[in-house]
């Protein structure tokens, strides 16, 4: 792993109008409304490593996630894929290149898969539009390398997608992400929709994959467990914020942010050491309204005057990065 | 697939083990048989001017006392054997439903993708000019259609283009049903994470219209096709009754129908009956198919 | 001894089909105690939701129970008709489900719906009724009862959905609960918040509790003792700290070793998971002997054919081989 960013967002952010449709808003005087999924994101991937993003529903990781691989623009800012701008998903005859060397990975193994084509056309169809091969015992031969590659056999290619477990259908939409050949993959909460002892298979594989290919993973979970096992860098997110970035391990060992602190003590004991579980007063917030200042606030323990009122930059120290008032002033 | 593979397919087991379906599977296959072979099975030629002798006008059927053996079902008003007659006529009618229904499906299945997948105002559009189409009766919209069609259209063709005539007035009448029914299913679609995928790598949304929505999409279009072949039957006999289908001459179902009603009360009700008989047993045939097609494609139902 | 509120012995649950029956539920027998709370795990298609449903007689048709019995306080309630299950239900068992929304009518006010459930099973007056609703919906956490109870389920979040949820279960104050999969539509700093009321409840009021889950956490932090299942047969049960930390079946331990946990050697350090190869066999083809043994890195020759019965091994119940008396007799 080296420390030169292979990604890099600068203050991202990304607005959805949420209006009521034009006629009701004219007859009811009812005001435009915009959501804010993402609000000023800044962070860098760096060659080689698993940056995870996590965070509770509504927090804006997937979002960011789509921003990345191009399915929304961004409204504000600007993201560079290997030194090269590719904020406006419509444009530059780079766009192809850049695609191929990015890739996604879904949540649901059971919408991902077009459930009419063949494993096979499914897994190829990269291969196709990206232009990377053209001749058809190439393309054959690539599909069953890469069905091996995943665990699977290259006869598994004739079958259709609901002949396979939820485990086997996401080892596919591994093999497609990897048709071509790219270098980096955003992980979409791989593993959330499947059993546990399937998850372990699929993260011991993303993690083979990794040692083999050199892959970089941005991966987004909303599971601290699986993103503890899975991460260099862990990012959390709250009401489209990034409030802290650290080593895995400092992350775990010593958090900074009340968010961050909040999570940890939310995650069941398995252990049974006994530990109290602290449970949380509050709800995340309305994001159509979130609340001034710093959008915690309302739940924070170490909330003041200053918190309710100026939403706090994220703040370097060392390796470790916050948004966080209290922790700027060593309050906390 | 072989034969045994597809005797134990799930369709074929819930058709099996329906006895009405099956009996309504066999009656549409007489019906379809003997409008298909008409020219080989009739026992005259109805269309064939020349062979005409309109002094067997009005024979009754033949078991009736004043009936001939040659003519089954009696004749109509032009000394045509009615038995062959409707079987030619119901060549026309089966033609004009299934050419309709798949011009409705063709425009809905179109529009209604469109719609779906473009959203924004081309789908405001068509979807006001559908709920517009919505608030006449589909037979007021067919008429319509077909009227305009007479004017534009010189007056010397209209009894060769009848009967396409007949079909795009139909076709158009039906098209909002499929273009809403596939708007819908193509707005789930699209937002699952395969569609994502094929926008990831960068497909034109044209073959991920054609190649991923398109095939997930249509499914219920099938069934609703099958429903609908019956009402376009019926809309083809209702039109040719109130005499803008097709001509005399070389009657539908429904043209017989009309040319009876004239007669059904001076005595002669077999020129009106029996094709009504045949409407029937077509339609009704046609639409128990599609009930079941309906129900055993329904995976809530199974 | 206490009687058990709920006790279950050999229950099978079949689905005709015309290829024959599909076992989905194969002679499970489990008792809750009062107060208790019994966790029911196992990844999807092990049958645990439908022992619940078999349970609240809610068992959907052409399923059907085709052996053993249920009895709740010593009365069987298996065969009951429809109208008497129906006044069982709600009156004596309790029921949360997954998703708060569907088990709320979106067309009233929570208070319209909680005063008609109580009405339904309690002799009280409009007034009584809106008093203990008031009273139940303060006992389950809800801020500001007064004015909340005139408020309809969308107005609710997440969280305070399963809470009126878990109030309309209480409302006839119920013997027995069974919540399926309570938390897993929850955020984790919510879940914390449903799992503490849930065992507060049971420990309050002495209602038995059967916890079905996926989740081993939840189960951890909230279940007395659990019933581990696959393959519709409880493969382990027993203390739940026994079957945590000692798990004796292969599949319990195999479970519990492919769990990610925080803390494990965060970062380049982290261990691989363990992992079970292969996936839950599918209701038409669940293999002969142990349905675990295709699976099972420690199968031998009597796992293929012969089927093994819940025996004692330590303070668990364990059905597997390994722990047949001959063969540890016959080491020893």
């Not at chain 2, 000394?79 to 499906?105: E, F, K, Q």
């Not at chain 2, 589909?138 to 007479?150: E, F, K, N, Q, T």
């Amino acid at each position: 792993m080296t420390n030169e960013p292979l990604l890099r967002l600068e203050d991202v952010g990304r607005d959805f109008d949420v209006s009521r449709p034009w006629l009701n808003r004219v007859l009811e005087h009812a005001p435009r409304q915009l959501l804010q999924a993402v609000d000023s994101v800044s962070f860098d991937v760096r060659k080689g490593e698993t940056l995870a993003l996590v965070g509770e529903s509504g927090c804006g990781k997937s979002t960011l996630a789509r921003l990345i691989v191009g399915l929304y623009a961004p409204s504000r800012g600007r993201i560079e894929f290997d030194g090269v701008d590719i904020s406006d998903p419509a444009t530059g005859a780079q766009t192809t290149q850049i695609r191929r060397r990015m890739q996604m990975i879904f949540q649901d193994p059971y919408a991902s898969l077009n459930p009419r084509w063949r494993v096979r056309d499914i897994v190829a169809e990269p291969i196709l539009v990206l232009g990377l091969l053209k001749n058809k015992d190439q393309i054959d031969g690539r599909v069953a390398e890469l069905l091996t590659q995943v665990g699977l056999t290259p006869d598994d290619g004739q079958k259709y997608p609901h002949e396979f477990s939820g485990g086997q259908r996401q080892r596919i939409s591994i093999a497609r992400a990897l048709s071509g050949s790219p270098e980096f993959l955003v992980c979409d909460e791989p593993t959330s929709a499947l059993d546990v002892s399937v998850q372990a298979q699929i993260l011991n594989l993303m993690s083979d994959l990794q040692a083999q290919l050199g892959l970089t993973y941005l991966f987004i979970s909303h599971n601290l467990a699986v993103v503890s096992h899975v991460a260099d860098r862990i990012g959390v997110m709250y009401l489209g914020r990034l409030v802290e970035l650290a080593n895995a391990k400092d992350l775990f060992a010593n958090p900074r942010h009340p968010y961050t602190r909040m999570l940890l003590d939310a995650v069941p004991d398995l252990e049974m050491s006994g530990r109290q579980r602290t449970p949380v007063a509050g709800e995340v917030p309305n994001p159509l309204s979130p609340p001034p200042g710093c959008t915690f606030h309302p739940r924070c323990p170490h909330a003041n005057e200053r918190c309710r009122a100026e939403k706090p930059p994220l703040v370097w120290r060392g390796e470790t990065a916050s948004a966080c008032h209290a922790v700027e002033e060593n309050r906390i | 697939m072989n034969l045994r593979a597809l005797w134990g397919h799930d369709l074929a087991y819930s058709f099996r083990s329906s006895p009405v379906t099956i009996a309504a599977a066999l009656l549409t296959l007489i019906c379809v048989g003997a409008a298909l072979l008409a020219p080989w099975l009739a026992p005259y030629n109805p269309f064939d001017a020349a062979a005409l002798d309109l002094n067997a006008a009005f024979a009754p059927p033949a078991w009736i006392p004043q009936g001939t053996a040659g003519h089954l079902l009696g004749t109509d008003d032009q000394g045509r054997d009615l038995l062959s007659t409707i079987m030619y006529g119901a060549r026309i009618s089966l033609v004009v439903g299934l050419a309709a229904v798949l011009l409705s499906m063709l425009l809905g299945v179109t529009l209604g993708l469109v719609s779906g997948y473009f959203g924004g105002r081309i789908d405001a559009l068509i979807m006001r000019i559908a709920d517009v189409q919505l608030s006449f009766p589909p037979i007021l919209i067919a008429l319509l259609v077909d009227g305009v069609a007479r004017v534009v259209l010189p007056s010397s063709t209209h009894d060769e283009i009848a009967i396409p005539v007949l079909i795009l007035s139909i076709g158009v009448a039906g098209w909002v049903q499929y273009a809403r029914t596939v708007r819908g299913s193509t707005l789930v679609e699209k937002g699952k994470e395969y569609v994502q995928a094929a926008r990831v790598i960068g497909r034109h949304p044209l073959a991920i219209m054609l190649h991923h929505v398109l095939p997930n999409a249509t499914g219920p279009v099938l069934v609703i096709g099958t429903i609908n072949i019956a009402t376009a039957i019926i809309t083809e006999a209702t039109l040719s009754f109130l005499g803008v289908g097709v001509p005399p001459t070389r009657p539908s179902l429904g043209t017989l129908i009309r040319i009876g009603n004239e007669f059904l009360l001076s005595g002669e009700w077999w020129i009106t009956v029996f094709p009504g008989i045949a409407l029937v047993t077509l339609v009704l045939s046609v639409n128990l198919l599609g009930d079941w097609l309906r129900d055993a494609l329904n995976p809530k139902l199974r | 001894m206490i009687q058990a509120v709920l006790e279950v012995r050999d229950l099978r649950i079949e689905f005709p089909t015309r290829h024959g029956p599909l076992v989905a539920v194969d002679g499970i027998s489990l008792a809750i105690a009062p107060g208790e709370i019994l966790g029911v795990v196992g990844e999807s298609g092990a049958g645990k939701s439908l022992t619940g449903t078999a349970i609240i007689g809610l068992l959907e048709p052409p399923g059907r129970i085709a052996a053993g019995e249920i009895r709740l306080e010593g009365e069987r309630i298996d065969r009951l008709a429809h109208d008497a299950m129906r006044r069982i239900r709600g009156r004596r068992i309790g029921a949360i489900f997954q998703d708060p929304l569907t088990s709320l009518n979106p067309l009233y006010t929570i208070g319209a719906q909680l005063v008609e459930t109580i009405r339904t099973h309690l002799d009280v007056d409009q007034g009584g009724a809106r008093e203990k609703a008031l009273a139940l919906l303060r006992e389950v956490g809800i801020p500001a009862p007064e004015a909340r109870i005139e408020q309809y389920p969308h107005q609710f979040s997440g969280g305070m959905r399963q809470r009126v949820v878990i109030a309309l279960a209480l409302c006839a104050e119920p013997r027995l609960i069974i919540a399926d999969e309570p938390t897993t539509a929850l955020d984790v700093s919510i879940q914390a918040q449903i799992i503490q009321l849930l065992k507060r409840l049971a420990r309050e009021r002495g209602t038995a509790v059967m916890l079905i889950t996926h989740d081993m956490g939840v189960i951890a932090e909230t279940a007395d003792r659990v019933a581990v299942m696959y393959a519709g047969r409880i493969v382990e049960i027993g203390p739940v700290r026994e079957v945590v930390r000692a798990a004796r079946h292969p599949y319990t331990a195999g479970l519990m070793g492919a769990i990610p946990k925080i803390g494990a050697g965060a970062g380049k350090h982290r261990a691989r998971l363990v992992q079970i190869e292969g996936a839950m066999p599918r209701l038409n083809a669940i293999p002969s002997g142990c349905a675990f043994h295709p699976r099972c890195e420690r199968c031998f020759e009597r796992c293929t054919r012969e089927r093994p019965e819940p025996r004692p091994v330590g303070a668990n119940l364990a059905a597997c081989w390994l722990y047949d008396d001959e063969r540890t007799s016959a080491k020893a």
